[in-house]
T-cell receptor
Framework: AQTVTQSQPEMSVQEAETVTLSCTYD???????LFWYKQPPSRQMILVIR??????QNATENRFSVNFQKAAKSFSLKISDSQLGDAAMYFC????????????FGKGTLLTVNP | GAGVSQSPRYKVAKRGQDVALRCDPI?????LFWYQQALGQGPEFLTY????????KSGLPSDRFFAERPEGSVSTLKIQRTQQEDSAVYLC??????????????FGDGTRLSIL
């Protein structure tokens, strides 16, 4: 079974600084997708960034980028120029092959942004 | 609406009561997922529909949980004889694609269920 581990329950960053959230996963599949979702206190899960396992190039979305290390099964999220609105719970998630492509989530990292 | 809509937003029930949670997916989305999110945890998969067919219900914690999507659009998650351990946020997500796809799942705001 696939597992996703986020080893940092909480992180904090100063506004305008850079922070990196860690995620590791375990799978025997060769083809899969990885995601970072953001969940503000209002609860709606919002997609931040996604990475296809077959792509070597790390995904980037504006201030958000990932460091995808397939051999190490590591998928970290870097947030540059942190803003107060980035404060939220961040979840790393995995989906692989199979019949339904359900998401397997980590336990989350609570990010606080200090002004 | 443009997004996934869930109702009610909050539900309080006494132990032993039955509850029904509703999900309106994004129009045209074929795939629909239900997740359960306990306090301070990541969401956990409950069940999956492709159109009206329930293709995976392996995550349902007991036979008290039942989900349906009779016309391939709106879905209802029903919990019978609720227990305190059922207290959680129930999230619904929909996705346009089927099969191996990088199409992301779009989530609703969830229903926070509290069992007294």
């Amino acid at each position: 079974a696939q597992t996703v581990t986020q080893s940092q329950p909480e992180m904090s960053v100063q506004e305008a600084e850079t922070v990196t959230l860690s995620c590791t996963y375990d799978t025997s599949e060769s083809d899969y997708y990885l995601f970072w979702y953001k969940q503000p206190p209002s609860r709606q899960m919002i997609l931040v960034i996604r990475q296809e396992a077959y792509k070597q190039q790390n995904a980037t979305e504006n201030r958000f980028s990932v460091n995808f290390q397939k051999a190490a099964k590591s998928f970290s999220l870097k947030i540059s120029d942190s803003q107060l609105g980035d404060a939220a719970m961040y979840f790393c998630a995995y989906t692989g092959g199979g019949s339904n492509y359900k998401l397997t989530f980590g336990k989350g990292t609570l990010l606080t942004v200090n002004p | 609406g443009a997004g996934v809509s869930q109702s009610p937003r909050y539900k309080v029930a006494k132990r032993g009561q039955d509850v029904a949670l509703r999900c309106d997916p994004i129009s045209g989305h074929v795939s629909l997922f239900w997740y359960q999110q306990a306090l301070g945890q990541g969401p956990e998969f409950l069940t999956y529909f492709q159109n009206e067919a329930q293709l995976d219900k392996s995550g349902l914690p007991s036979d008290r949980f039942f989900a349906e999507r009779p016309e391939g659009s709106v879905s209802t998650l029903k919990i019978q004889r609720t227990q305190q351990e059922d207290s959680a946020v129930y999230l619904c997500a929909s996705r346009g694609g089927v099969g191996m796809s990088n199409q992301p799942q779009h989530f609703g705001d969830g229903t926070r269920l509290s069992i007294l």
